[in-house]
């Protein structure tokens, strides 16, 4: 009987470990790299579809992935579902929009990973990448520069950046912003991005 009653309690243990070590499950990151084409991404539909297939390449299936990105029709706060999310270490980012865009969030160089859990170079590393395109406002609002509702890849256009390790130049709000910084300049090309500290990496969501 006390056997029985032992190996009960060590089936119950080992569930609870492995529930726990499931749970919670990625449902954000950063892309490891640019598509390609700077901020040609194909639109909303095509950095959705590359948010996708990178969740896929890191073994996580069965969620509708978004980018964090705004176009002139639609702000990128709507299109991420509604919280919270986690990195691929578990850690969570935020619990809600609300707590996304603002002091509350969790997204600092050492949580903003990406779909493989490795930390983006940021201010002070070689080379540099902290540039995460967003078009976006610090409130998660479309912002006007988006490279074309990023559709532009070439010398034309511009972007707004935020910055995946907080940190800039000084210590200014849009500076330690993750999502509204500064202006790409020179095009959106991916050279141009690297012009200020960027790859032409940006930010992907699990909606649900």
Known sequence: MKLKFAFVVA???????????????????????????GGDLGGLA???????TL???????????????????????????AGPWHNAKGEKIADDVASLHSDK??????????????????RGDKPNRHDILTG?????????????NWTMGGSEGAAMVGHS???????????????????????CTREAFKGTGGDGLFYCFAAD
């Open 55 to 81: 969740a896929a390449s890191s073994g996580s299936t069965g969620k509708t992935w978004k980018a964090y990105l705004s176009t002139d029709t639609e702000h990128a706060k709507d299109r991420i579902g």
């Open 11 to 37: 089936t119950l243990a080992f569930s609870v470990v492995e529930l726990h070590a499931q749970d919670p499950v990625m449902s954000f990151f950063v892309t490891s790299v640019n598509p390609g084409k």
């Open 46 to 52: 095509g950095a959705d579809a590359y948010c996708t």
């Open 165 to 187: 390790d907080r940190t800039g130049l000084d210590d200014s709000a849009e500076a330690k912003s993750w999502n509204t910084s500064h202006l790409t300049r020179g095009g």
């Open 105 to 122: 969030n969790n997204l600092t160089k050492q949580t903003a990973l990406t779909e493989n859990g490795e930390v983006v170079n940021g």
């Open 136 to 148: 976006s406002n610090a409130d998660g609002t479309a912002a006007p520069e988006t490279c074309g």
